[in-house]
């Protein structure tokens, strides 16, 4: 089943519990969270006070994309306020075993992230601790940024992967889904489609997360 994944990353912060229940009247499943540092990417955005606050603002699965240098720092703050799922970028890990290991521990589901220049085999052998594995398809730090083509064959290869393994990790997919990508990306074989802009850019999150979704069902044959 594909699902749709609203990033508040451009959402109105002034108005994110309003921005948030928008999108999940639209049939969004899973609030992505864009956590950057000013380090491992050029943005600064939220940390653990702010998912705290979305906590209770929503009941859905926040999944936190931390786009941040030393992550095992900040695991168990991420944990205590109430992140569900936690992805870790393969470029900021040097010890990524460890760091998946820490996020099971505090109870959450983990996930690895590659950047667009990151190959698809070099998490191989971790694929079996994973909940989901996410490709970037822009590189990150910005919303509203054009979609990668290439991204489309890491997602293709690792679908592959994870057939051949007989693994059930998911495989998500972030940067410029909107309705002119959607399509190609579930038929790739994602299933779990973040999208910031096509969701709050235009003011209408209700509208938009349903109409993307739409568009991914009648991709995957689900409609
Ligand atoms: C980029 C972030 C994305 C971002 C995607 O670094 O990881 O989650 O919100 O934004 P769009 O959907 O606008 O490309
Ligand atoms: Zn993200």
Known sequence: MVELLPSILSSDFAHLADEVAAAERGGGTVIHV??????????ITLGPPVVKKLRKA???PLDCH????????FIPAFAEAGANWVSVHYEACPHLHRTLELIIHHGMKPGVVLNPATRVDLIA???PMLHHVLIMSVNPGF???EFIPFSLDKIRQLAEMRSVKGLAFKIEVDGGI????IAR???????LLVAGNAVFGSGAAEEDTRSLLAAARQAAGEA
Do not use: C, R, S, Y
């Open 185 to 191: 990306v579930v038929q790739a074989g994602a299933e």
């Open 178 to 181: 909107a309705h002119d990508t």
């Open 143 to 145: 919303g509203g940024q």
């Open 66 to 73: 931390l786009m941040i240098d030393n992550p095992n720092e």
């Open 125 to 127: 052998d971790i694929l």
């Open 34 to 43: 864009d956590v950057m540092d000013g380090h491992f990417v050029p943005n």
């Open 58 to 60: 929503t009941k859905l």
